[in-house]
């Protein structure tokens, strides 16, 4: 199945691949995260998210007691932001997590979530 939403970072080489890809008539959503302040302040928008336990790593089976090793190598590098050697999959994370949250996709605890009173017509059109 295709991807819903590719959302690339709209600075540097995305600018580039994103016209390539609308080119090849594949739709890609440009993201601004200037607007949203640095790399540390878009992972304040989003902790809310993560501290109300919405957000779930892959576990290898067959017990599924430990994670996969590519979820472990995310949860490392989350775990040492903003001190990581790199801090792109914290960042892209930040990305996709804020763009669901304001899609009504996903929400933090204390707001409207399934069985609640949800008004979905106000969810923010991106389509």
Known sequence: KPPDLILIEAKANGLSLIQDLRRANI????????????????VRLVTPILEGGRV????AG??????R?????????AAMFPNAKSRDLVDTMTQALWRLQVSGWVWAKGDDGPGEKQDF???EAFY
């Open 27 to 42: 739709m890609a959503t440009p993201f601004n995260p200037d607007k949203l302040g640095d790399k540390t302040n878009r």
């Open 56 to 59: 779930w790593m892959p576990a």
């Open 62 to 67: 067959p017990k599924f007691t430990t994670l």
């Open 69 to 77: 090793p590519y979820a472990d190598e995310f949860v490392e590098a």
């Open 121 to 123: 017509s106000q969810r």
